[in-house]
T-cell receptor
C-alpha cells in the first residue's frame, strides 16, 4: 500500500504566482482532507470531500484558495495568487468511513510551500 | 466556537520518566477523539477513543477519555528518546471533521 501521495514535496514560488498542490488518496478511501500547518496556527482543516463531493470548505481562508476532486484518486489545492502568508506545510489525508476505524485519517508526507 | 487546549505546550524530561499529556475540548457534535504523534513528517495515528473511562493501551502508551469533563490524557511510561515528538489531540466533530489542538512538544533527553 503506497499510502497517501502528495506532490510536489517542496515548492518555492514568488508572490503572485499560481500554486497547485496534488494529492492521491489511498485507493478505496471515500474521504479526502486538505490541512495546512503553521507554527502560529497549528494544523487547520481547509476542506474535505466525501465521494469526490466537497462537504465542508469553511476552513478555506479566502477566495484565492480552491480545491477540486475530479475523481476518486486525485485532488488538487490551488492558490491564486499566492502570498507570503500562505507559506506553510499542506497535508492531504484520506479515510474510509466504513472500515473498523473509519475516523482514522491517514496523512500524506505534506508539501512545504514557501512564497517569497 | 470549537476549542481544543493541550497542556503543557512543551515538556522536557529524562529517558525513563513517565509523562502525562492533557487535552481538554469543547466541540459541537462530538463523536470521538484521536491522538496523533508527529515527528518531522506527517502525523501518525496512535489512538481513537469513543467511550468514557475505557483505557486504550499500546505498549508504553495509554490513553483515556472523560466525556463528562471533556478531556483526555495520554500517558507514556518509561520514555525513550524515540518518543520525542509533537503529540496532537483531535476531537472529531460530526462525521469526519478533526479539530486539532496546538500539540505538546515532548523532548526526551538521554
Amino acid at each position: 500500500d503506497a499510502g497517501v501521495i502528495q506532490s510536489p514535496r517542496h515548492e518555492v514560488t514568488e508572490m503572485g504566482q499560481e500554486v497547485t498542490l496534488r494529492c492521491k488518496p489511498i485507493s478505496g478511501h471515500d474521504y479526502l482532507f486538505w490541512y495546512r500547518q503553521t507554527m502560529m496556527r497549528g494544523l487547520e482543516l481547509l476542506i474535505y470531500f466525501n465521494n469526490n463531493v466537497p462537504i465542508d470548505d469553511s476552513g478555506m481562508p479566502e477566495d484565492r484558495f480552491s480545491a477540486k476532486m475530479p475523481n476518486a484518486s486525485f485532488s488538487t489545492l490551488k492558490i491564486q495568487p499566492s502570498e507570503p502568508r500562505d507559506s506553510a506545510v499542506y497535508f492531504c489525508a484520506s479515510s474510509l468511513l466504513s472500515s473498523g476505524r473509519g475516523n482514522e485519517q491517514f496523512f500524506g508526507p505534506g508539501t512545504r510551500l514557501t512564497v517569497l | 466556537e470549537d476549542k481544543v487546549v493541550q497542556s503543557p505546550l512543551s515538556l522536557v524530561v529524562h529517558e525513563g520518566d513517565t509523562v502525562t499529556l492533557n487535552c481538554s475540548y469543547e466541540v459541537t457534535n462530538f463523536r470521538s477523539l484521536l491522538w496523533y504523534k508527529q515527528e518531522k513528517k506527517a502525523p501518525t495515528f496512535l489512538f481513537m477513543l469513543t467511550s468514557s473511562g475505557i483505557e486504550k493501551k499500546s505498549g508504553r502508551l495509554s490513553s483515556i477519555l472523560d466525556k463528562k469533563e471533556l478531556f483526555s490524557i495520554l500517558n507514556i511510561t518509561a520514555t525513550q528518546t524515540g518518543d520525542s515528538a509533537v503529540y496532537l489531540c483531535a476531537p472529531i466533530q460530526g462525521a469526519q471533521k478533526l479539530v486539532f489542538g496546538q500539540g505538546t512538544r515532548l523532548t526526551i533527553n538521554p
